[in-house]
């Protein structure tokens, strides 16, 4: 079949939860973490855009749309796994894009292939657009593990998912990146500091209103 | 707070469910089927670029990917019920844009208020790549009910969401919708008449395997 | 059909989720929802009869068991919304109420008709009935608020949620709200001011056991 | 504690689940069918009123919405072990007994203690509301298992269930009863006989829709 | 039908859930259960033989892996309920061991029938393996508690739950439950201390990195 | 932390589900296939001993238990994946084997380390028992294939995860898989071919019982 074999496939990955048997209160799709990294990345380069920084957007909706569609091949490999070894990533890689050549070889009419081969490559390049998706990808592990660690879930993977997301932000040098440290990290650590809700002083003024 | 309400604001819209009690077989939450459009409106537009009409990537990033984000405010109200009247309809309307504006005027700061009014507005006007959203919009509805469809589920709701949805997309005048119609939908018919699994013969033909 | 449509409808209620996105511990069927307030609905009514109060259990039955048929027919449109204008809240109440008419004179058998539009009209009038369903139905927004809220779930919904439910049933004069005031919401506080278990002490007090 | 600890409880039968292990397509809890069972019965008594027998609503009312609430209690021992000996039976049943009054002793204040043993008590005695009650949930069988079956469960406890609650409806002598065997049960037959929806020709119609 | 009939049955055990309306944080089904149980036993055992103790390790194998598989005939009976007289408890026992003798009449074949009767038999008899079956079954239940209360689930049940069964434990004579007393119990109660996780901390250490 | 830090983490594989957005009608967590595949392979050793095969209990015990155990620390890799080349494969199952190596010299005590060495090592040699697992983990992905085919899933993958593991038992030479094939296979098949339920002719059977 054709584009339809693709379209009919993404309906899968609304089936493939992050980090599986780790989340304790809410769990996450590949589908909905996509979209979420499509949500910030618009935002991040908004923020560069108004510092003068011209953005290719169509370049930036292929990367950052598609840029977790592999996984419907190869499945979901832990991070510590895929960074073992330097060799083991690199050949985990050949394998995800040999399977993606190969559906796109199959499924693909030819003159869609091109297209679609420059969509579902790597879009973690060191162009602006690359660099986008990783601090929007990686922000969505800041949000995925804060939400877990502020509900009391004390998983040391968190901690860590949390903390390698934060380095690898804050390394990378671009306007948004420092909006991101200067302006929206420090809601999430008042955020984190909210005491529990007093229940007994809502319902007192509560019955105290006329 | 800023931008922040936005971004964590992103995570309820996983737990909304598309048309409640009626998906007996899997149901889609608002941020599956939001990522499912940019990835359809992606291909849609590829097609239009193809055929030589030229696509504002920003606008149909913008448009696609934040086209059901007033849900969060407004929750989800039944199609017929929006489409009773048109005076309901404008009014409903008028109601989510108040709370949309009200949250930019709340949450986000000043600087950002002009670009997420743009975002958050009705992306369906008349241009290309308003037609292209609704396009993909409609498109997820036949791949939702098709789904339902094919593995048995009888439910008039899904006859009705895939009928409309079709007699919406086929009145578009685009290349994009002459293509759906001539290559993406004998596929799916044909998928629908795919015969059950034959598990005896399958079986046989394992067992004679050197 | 006739009344097997009818009948067969109810199951669909158990598939819709109350504002969903929102609850983080326990989601709630509009089902569940229903029957837990009929079953508070009985006992505020055993308070006002034992103050001398006589009830039409009738009413009350046919009152409290149907008051959320109609989300079928409109799906779940967030408070905020139906409260936004009294016209807009007007509308769509005829809207609900159109579709509930359309709905048994395509399905009802004509000699239950009338009985089916009493059963499914609004019950929330001023008569004692239509008051013990209205305070019935604002606490369990008190419940489902208060397990959310004593577990850790900070979110503003949920404050608001308990906060008004709670002012609007203290603004009821009747029996059974002085009763829940006096002697039911008390409970609720106390109970929200219970220390984490300590887990320790019960291990050590276990040991010690012949 | 008071009140309080029933009302609270009552959220707990929302997450028990009937015939755990048996439903393959959607999974019912206690709430949901006592809900429902509360929903049939009204419509039954509707019946009978119509044919002049008069009914004691308050009756009614108390014993269908608090059928299921010993399973909080005793949890869910399955039908052929309840009715595996009249003397295991009549045991459990004894046990269920002292269970509730315990909690009742317990738990509500001296004044309701009465109304809650009469409410709490087994409600299926030979008065025309605990007929009307036994109907109501064995039609709840008969949907539940309908909807697996028709579907292509082909689990041979579903056919036992329908078949052993119509056996047990047929046989109790009401004009409710006639009614529903006339009336309602016909239109199960038919539903169950609706070939798979033909997608290629609702296609073709829509197609050719102007 | 043959051994097919029982294999097949053991997928059931997936949906039947334990202590059904109680776990909050993580639901429990009986196949994770059994599979947990089967795991401590090894190691208890592990233990015991590094004492000294001869296992017989077919027995083991047999009787934990099997112990709960007449809930598929029984479904999930409270242990109050159970408890609540020795009366009641012996016939439930007779009743789930009649409903085993009758599937394996039925299902298995004859050369094969008596090694499933010594296999669904009670495996907790006063047997070294009986009894360490006996320590991994509480044991999982110190630990299903345990993760609930830890996490803020005050519910009494629990409470109960994990004090019974560490008293059970500690009054069963073996070097494995002393090893379970001196070495792992104190890494329970520990965990059980741990301060939330401090966000603000972990953030400013991360920004700090070069 | 000790021991204690491994029971802990069994809770996690509960939670991680197996071929993630394929399965339709029921998912599997890697708990329940463990448990599943320790019983199938105790009665698979069982027809060996009625063979006079002897089998060496504790190991088969161990290495059934245990064989999915490395999923907690590189998640679920794609079959595809892991066969797309010998080098790769091997790759990964040193990556796998390095972390519980890591795991067990961390958590586990010294006295200790040895037995969960051999206990935590992939079972699947050339032994008698080696091979006795493979047969049961294969026995389990044609249980779940079946079961989905069966009811009408017609994803490719469950017809090649049936006709590859009957492929990998046939050629394995072993009394119990000649009894697999001649006995449990064929109920299997008669299974597949069972015609829907005939409702209408149930219910016509159930009215005329007496």
């Known amino acids: ?9 993404l ?9 599986p048997g780790k989340f304790k209160f809410e769990e996450h799709s590949v589908s909905a973490h996509s979209w979420k990294v499509v949500q910030y990345a618009k935002t991040l380069a908004d923020i ?18 598609s840029h977790d569609y592999g996984e419907i091949f190869i499945g979901d490999i832990k991070t510590p796994v895929k960074h073992s070894s330097l060799e083991l990533r690199s050949m ?4 995800e894009e040999g399977m993606i050549r190969h559906f796109i070889e199959e499924n693909i009419p030819e003159e ?12 973690k390049d060191g162009s602006l657009e690359g660099l986008i998706l ?14 877990e660690l502020q509900r009391g879930n004390t998983e040391k993977e968190f901690v860590l998912m ?9 390394n990378i040098d671009l306007h948004c990146v420092r909006y991101f440290l200067g302006h929206i990290l420090p809601d999430i650590i008042e955020e984190s500091q909210i005491s529990p809700i007093d229940i007994k002083g809502i319902t007192e003024e509560a019955l105290a209103q006329q």
Chains 1, 2, 3, 4, 5, 6 share one sequence.
Do not use: C
Request: glycine share 6%.
């Open 92 to 95: 985990l890689q050949q394998v």
């Open 162 to 170: 949390y903390r390698h997301a934060l380095i690898k932000i804050k």
């Open 1 to 9: 079949m054709g584009i339809h074999t693709y379209f009919r496939s």
């Open 48 to 65: 560069e855009e108004l510092n003068g920084v011209p953005i290719n957007w169509k370049k930036l909706y292929e990367i950052t749309s």
């Open 134 to 147: 990783e601090v929007a990808d990686k922000m969505d592990q800041v949000y995925e593990a804060f939400a």
């Open 112 to 123: 869609f292939q091109g297209i679609f081969r420059r969509q579902l490559r790597e879009g």
């Open 11 to 19: 309906n899968d990955l609304e089936r493939i939860i992050r980090t």
